[in-house]
């Protein structure tokens, strides 16, 4: 069963389109990278899905339900932004006992376990804390809401290398133990894409790509050689990328061509190279 | 995990690593799904597709309730394959570069030999 299933979304401000026509299913209980580049439209889906702003037009639905002014849906919902705003007087621990409140699954235990985990102060006020640490709170209040759809928006600024992977094991180790629906928006693709069971790409309101983590790993490649050799191994299958020098050429596919590999030779591409070559190139905005 | 391959592969070919290195025994215990996916820091849903695709080609078997168990033929079930795999992805990688340097066949054995000496 899906926990969210939306169809044809489109949501235009004035004179921008957001997202156009966006359909896509997340599975219950699986973990799904919603990957895109700034302004793609990854925030604005994820605020849909949340009931925090209307769709243009088209259909949403979270466990089943239009999730806009649905209190049964959205108490099942935890959404985890970039910058959250907290009070900013409340204690770590008051947060954490607001947000407590909130969720109906939360777990107190794992919560303090994550505060020393983190090693965050819990009794120092929200406004002395450290971008890092403000960052730690909200992916704990994340994690022990067990809510049963769980939404990180690029949950880690401030956060060292050290305290991401706290997160990431915390994470699979609790997924492991209380499957959930996970969505996890982040550019650290490298970083996530173990942990991931279905991707998403979104490219400039749209989706590109939609499919198995797993597959897509094995799927595309890069394959180098003479411009001769490689254009004939990789005919008829439109390269996501080129570069030649010297006579060599280096193309990205986005799957192996039905044919022997002669004279070229063929690596897999990584996640973070796929989607790379996946997404329109130069600024935006 | 390396980059690239799909992990349940890869998955699937350590437990086998582990099965032709005697560090799995015939009808030992495998490590659980959560477990794998714990220790690589993967999706445990990958760590069970590599998992069951050992089932499926009737390497590890399960008891229900208890967890996935080396079978007992299972060492020899790879090794099989494993040969059979040897020269698709040895021995033809091998001559396709060789043939590129000018070396024949014969140039080859003659180096295959030699290396056995060192």
């Not at chain 1, 999730?67 to 959205?74: G, I």
């Not at chain 2, 349940?8 to 032709?20: H, K, V, Y």
Request: proline residues 4%; aromatic residues 6%; hydrophobic residues 45%.
């Amino acid at each position: 069963m899906s926990a969210v299933f939306v169809e044809d979304l489109t949501m235009r401000y004035r004179g921008h389109t957001a997202l156009d026509g966006v359909g896509l299913e997340f599975q219950e209980n699986s973990i799904h990278g919603l990957l895109g580049r700034n302004g793609a439209g990854k925030t604005t889906l994820m605020r849909i899905l949340t009931g925090q702003e209307f769709a243009t037009s088209g259909r949403v639905e979270v466990f089943g339900q239009p999730p806009r002014e649905n209190s049964a849906v959205l108490s099942r919902v935890c959404f985890i932004r970039e910058s959250l705003k907290y009070p900013t007087n409340f204690k770590v621990r008051e947060a954490l006992a607001a947000a407590a409140i909130a969720c109906d699954a939360w777990d107190a235990a794992f919560a303090e376990r994550l505060v020393r985990d983190f090693a965050l102060p819990a009794h120092r006020p929200l406004k002395k804390l450290s971008r890092g640490q403000l960052s730690a709170v909200g992916i704990i209040i994340g994690l022990a809401s067990r809510a049963p759809l769980t939404l990180f928006d690029e949950p880690y600024l401030g956060l060292d290398a050290v305290a991401r992977q706290v997160f990431y094991d915390r994470l699979l180790e609790d997924f492991a133990e209380h499957p959930r629906t996970i969505v996890l928006s982040t550019h650290l693709i490298d970083e996530v894409a173990d942990l991931l069971e279905h991707v998403v790409l979104i490219d400039a309101g749209r989706v590109v790509i939609d499919a198995d983590a797993d597959e897509l790993r094995g799927q595309a490649v890069s394959v180098a050689g003479s411009a001769e050799a490689v254009s004939a191994y990789a005919q008829g299958v439109a390269p996501l990328h080129r570069s030649e020098l010297a006579g060599r050429l280096r193309v990205a596919l986005p799957r192996r061509p039905a044919r022997p590999a002669d004279g070229v030779s063929v690596e897999p591409l990584s996640l973070q190279d796929l989607i790379v070559f996946s997404t329109s190139q130069g600024d935006r905005k | 995990m390396d980059d690239g391959r799909p992990l349940f592969q890869q998955i699937a070919e350590q437990i086998e690593g582990a099965i032709l290195d005697g560090s799995l025994a015939a009808d030992g215990q495998v490590p659980s799904t959560n477990e794998l996916a714990a220790f690589h820091r993967i999706n445990p849903a990958t760590a069970a597709k590599g998992i069951n695709q050992l089932v499926t080609d009737g390497i590890l078997y399960k008891k229900r309730g208890i967890g996935m168990f080396v079978a007992t033929d299972a060492r020899e079930r790879v090794l099989e394959r494993r040969r059979e795999a040897f020269g698709r992805d040895f021995v033809k990688p091998l001559l396709v570069e060789a043939r590129r340097l000018g070396l024949s066949a014969e140039d080859v054995k003659k180096l295959i030999e030699k290396g056995g000496q060192e």
